[in-house]
Structures are given as structure tokens and as C-alpha cells.
């Protein structure tokens, strides 16, 4: 179903109608489903759609499959989609961790943003957020906005000061990546023996880091031959040619040229949950997934020493957002497979409780009674005047 003449226009009330998750990429289609898990836990009988925004699709074929098989409730395929979702009555919330920029005009807008009736538009973070100061801006006019770490909180609030056309708005900690960690299961954690490199499209940023990291995993592969060792690939080369992220040295090439590979170093492009359920160890540079390594129960390395990292511009960023976690690893302590429990006030910081999914709804309960809303017929008025 498309956004338009389709969508019906009978009157539901608030409290009834489905939430809407957006996504367009793999990572907003991995919140929106760890999102919609959060709601249902929370609510099994709530309704929650999965809203494909075509318009700025870097999704392939396979990755739908592979992680939507049922496909997308709504498709939204232009730039007046959001206008009409905005006051279609059809929605409850509109829940993203990417406020597109057709979505951001029409929140911009400021009849149609005191409007009644319109759904709630709750924002998250796309993850690890290495540039905040522009993530808080394009989340400037957000009805609701869930920050991970706690101390974003507060540098949100800074920044908003200067803002003098802000409405209303509620800041949150968390993030369905981010829910507090459950003890692994000790047995299972014994016979988990895979060791899993996750890979990251844009850093490394040069091939010599590239091979590097290749380099290292041959090397643990080589004296640990009873166990597995996979590159945990982001997408497949010939993929996401539209995405956000180009990759521009696939590691499935690299590979190629690299000689001497063990039996035991291999490629995989599985999804983050199964590579997460075979896991026995989970290394990576600058990715979000350390957060999920860590939510998991599986140790987690995370090293930041390869070649040239000095010209990788997420090094610096993801260096302090660790700074504290006892989770970066030297290159020795890596090739060792050394590990570390991380620091308990990191995680603190970083973890949010695992009632998200009452946090949204309770968050949308109050933007529905919210002062200052104008009736559809004037909002109808004022764009005739």
C-alpha cells in the first residue's frame, strides 16, 4: 500500500490506531525491527507497521528478504508522503532513527506541527552518534527524541537554548540497541566458539587498514585451528550502491588478494543476530556493533590501533565514547584474545532499561494531551489565508 489516494481517511481514535517505523537502509531496518520488539513486548497486541520510505531506499533485494521476508506494511515513494501520513488520522506515532528530510520540512511547518490529531514523530539516534552536534539539529523539531549516552541528555538541552521556535518536545534515554545486557547462559556461552570481525563500510577508511585487520584475523585463525573465524561482512559488494555509507574497499576482494588464508577464516554475510548466537568473541574498529556484541553477553574487543587510523576520522569520536567501557584492545591483547568484562559505570551510561517499549508509548500517551492544538479546519483556514 502506498501513501495517498490509499490511505484511508475514516476517523480512528488516537489511542487505537498502529504506530508506523520507518526505515529505507539495513540499519534504520534493524532499529525498526529491534523498535517494533521493544512495542510488542510491551504491548502483544499492539499493531506496529513497517513503513518503507522508497524514496531514499539503499536496500537490496536480498537484504529485504532476508530480514523483512513479509515485506513492508506501507510504501512511501515521494516528497508529499509525510504530509499526507501527518494528517491522514491513521497513525499513532511515527518512530525513526533517521528524521528524512521530507519528514523534517513537514515538522517544520509550524500550523501543521500545532495540529491535533497528527501522530506523534519519536526520533532516535541511528546508533553510535560520532557527529551529535548535527544529529541533535536534525532532530530540532521532534515531537519525542531518545538519546543514547545519559550525558546526551544535557548537551541536547545546551544546544536547544538556542533554538527560539522550539514546540513541544520530550527527551529520553535509550535506544533498542542499547537495552541492558542479560548474563549470558554460562553452558551456552562454553560452546559458543565462533569468533566474529565485524565489518564497518566506511572505516577503516584505507585498504592498507583494511588488510590489516584481515592480516590479524589470518593470524588468530592460524593459532586457534578449532575455531571458526568470520569476517561479518556489512552487505555484499554488488549491494547498497545507493546507501548512505559507500564501502570503498570490500573485504571480499581484499580477501582475494590476500594469500595463504586458513581454512578457518571465512566471509559471511548472515544477519547481526544469527553471527550474535554463535559468537564466542566479537572484534570491531569503529562500529555500533560493540553496543550489540555487549547487549548480547558476548565479549567484545574493540580496536582502534590498525594502520593509518590516525587518518580515519571515526577513530577519535569512538575512542571517547569507550574511553571508559575496559573495552579497547591493543593489537597484542587482540592477536592474544585477551579479553575484558566491560566497566560497570560504563555501562550504566550507556544501557538503557529494557521497558523501552512503555517508555515510547507512555511518551506518545502525553504528546496526545499536549496544550496548544489546532483543528484540522484551521489548519485548512490558514493555508487558504
Sequence with gaps: ????????????????????????????????????ACLQAEDPDLKVEMGWVVAENALSYRQMAQLLPEGPDIALPGKTAFRELMLAHRYRAIVTSRVYGALRIQLKNTALH????????????????????????????????????????????????????????????GHPSFLTPTPPDPDQQTQRRDIYFFAQALSPSTRRARLHMLRAMAA????????????????????????????KYDYTSLMDALPDVPDNLQLTACTMDEALANAGLGITCTSTAAVDIVRAGVPCMVHLDFVDNYLDQLVEPMRQLFADSGLITSLEDMLCLRTQDPAQKWLDEMFCSRDLGQQVLAMVERFDKRPLQITAYELSSQNQA
Design 1 to 36: 500500500m502506498t501513501a495517498g489516494s490509499s490511505v484511508p481517511t475514516d476517523f480512528i481514535p488516537f489511542p487505537q490506531r498502529p504506530m508506523l517505523l520507518l526505515f529505507s537502509d539495513d540499519s534504520t531496518l534493524f532499529f525498526a525491527l529491534r523498535m517494533r
Design 220 to 247: 588468530i585463525a592460524r593459532a586457534n585451528p578449532d575455531r571458526q573465524v568470520w569476517i561479518k561482512l556489512r552487505h555484499l559488494p554488488d549491494e547498497n550502491r545507493q546507501h548512505l555509507h559507500q564501502e
Design 114 to 173: 500545532l495540529t491535533a490529531e497528527r501522530p506523534c514523530v519519536v526520533a532516535f539516534l541511528g546508533g553510535l552518534d560520532f557527529f551529535p552536534l548535527k544529529g541533535r539539529a536534525n532532530r530540532r523539531y521532534c515531537d519525542g527524541v531518545f538519546l543514547v549516552p545519559r550525558s546526551e541528555l544535557a548537551a541536547f538541552e545546551a544546544q536547544a537554548k538556542d533554538w527560539d521556535d522550539r514546540m513541544w518536545q520530550e527527551l529520553d534515554f
